[in-house]
């Protein structure tokens, strides 16, 4: 980053803290016992400190301080989570846990799966902007238990302030940054969160723009990039007992994405990519001891890609829809259970894969059991089915047991599936004239990638402001999905 973009950077950066100082009652010290944070990705709303897992929880709040320019800047930061760029301020990101590969890692919105359905290298568009997060929860290891095929690795859940079943008192926050650097640099990201009795509103417009630096090709190419998103969301109290949640997003980037995929230096490739995002949200609380909550997701999204000026350009439109149900019971204080069902559909279009639609059903069910005194079982089983792969029983069981306030036992066991997605199947297959030598070409035939995964660990806490970790892991795997070099006449 030039000296340029740093002093703008941290300009804006101290403008827009100072702004949330005033606006956001942040305590000084946000550091949290493991008993006080409460993880919603469990699907029962645990504490951290028993759910049996490797757990990152980080508040909006503090979030809000990070300067950042794109979510996947923000996860950058975090502690064991890599992040492979391509390109420029969230361009394009792929996110890795645990050695797991891109596409083995799941992100989630509110609960509902963000992993894009035609390659796992569109799964960090998030449709959402910074000023939207009420907290970013980091799951390390297995979830497929609980939400189905990709969450190997680990999962990601971004709760958000209009969707989260959190109270939250009335007010408006109102925050954002712009700095402009060198290569025509621009960078917004602005946002707000409204509440007022039983109506929240929240927004946000993320825009990165550069004309960029060359890329070092004969012909003065540069990475410029062009990325916006745009984001609302509403709920409403409609009565004591039910409230009502929708949102809608749009994503639009365009940029250079010379060598992304390739080395070869005759790699001119451009890329354009559209994501509309709409998910709605039923919310019904039949008692203090059972809820049921019912969501919905629809996105339309488009991927046009040109390698070269003269080439045929890739141009693929994709939909999906995914709907689930669950419902929560507290039967007892050592005993929470949650059911569900979930099914979606996804379809391509496509002048290079065909076109395809595949549907994928699962029911799981999940509960929070205290036999005794600081022991906590999480155990969960999902049945699954995927026209793709076919049906799968997917068990997981965690443990954590904490024998005093400041010390944590935990372990965890766990099945994993990973679905092989448009591009791995059908890249090529309806490709004009002959696939040229270097060229990637799918296999429709692919099953899904099954694994078993161990831990366990120890979580100690001496002080509130500090947690100490140590976690062994193992990860077992067959049917691992990847592109080998063959032959014309093998293909």
Known sequence: MSRLLRAAALLAAAGAFSAQAQQLAVPADTARRLSEVTVYATRLGQAEGQTGRYVTVIPGAVLSRYPVNSIDDLLRLLPNLEIQSRGSFGAQADITLRGSTFNQVLLLLDGMRLNDPLT??????????????????????????????????????????????????????????????????????????????????????????????????????????????????????????????????FDRR??????????????????????????????????????????????????????????????????????????????????????????????????????????HQGAFAVAAITPLPGLSLTPALRLDHDESYGTELVPQLNASYAPGARLTVRGAVGRGIRAPNFTEQYTSNVRPGTVPAGFNVGNPALAAERTWSYEGGLDYQPGPALTLRGTYFNRNGRNLIDYVNASGAQV
């Open 254 to 359: 365009d940029y250079g994405a010379r060598f992304f995929y390739t080395t070869n230096p005759g790699d001119q490739a451009r890329e354009t990519t559209t994501r509309d995002w709409y998910q709605g949200q039923l919310r019904y609380e039949w008692s203090a001891a059972q809820r049921t909550e019912l969501q919905l997701v629809g996105t339309s999204s488009t991927d046009y890609y040109l390698y070269t000026p003269a080439s045929v350009a890739s141009d693929h439109l994709v939909h999906y829809l995914n709907v689930q149900a669950q419902h929560y019971w507290t039967l007892s204080p050592a005993l929470r259970l949650t059911l569900g069902g979930q099914a979606d559909r996804r379809a391509v279009l496509s002048n290079d894969r065909g076109d395809h639609t595949l549907w």
């Open 120 to 249: 796992g290298h569109f799964a960090a568009y998030f449709p959402i902007t910074p000023a939207e997060i009420e907290q970013l929860e980091i799951v390390r290891g297995p979830g497929a238990a609980l939400y189905g095929p990709d969450a190997v690795g680990g999962f990601i859940n971004i709760v958000t302030k209009v969707f989260a079943a959190t109270h939250r008192p009335d007010g408006v926050q109102l925050g954002g940054t712009f700095l402009a650097g060198e290569y025509g640099l621009k960078s917004t990201n602005a946002g707000f969160y409204g509440q007022d009795q039983g109506l929240r509103l929240a927004g946000g417009v993320l825009n990165n723009t550069a004309s960029g630096q060359l890329v070092g090709t004969p012909d003065g190419a540069r990475n410029d990039f062009k990325l916006n998103t745009y984001s609302l969301s509403g709920a409403y109290q409609v009565t004591p007992k039910l409230s009502a949640a929708a949102r809608a997003s």
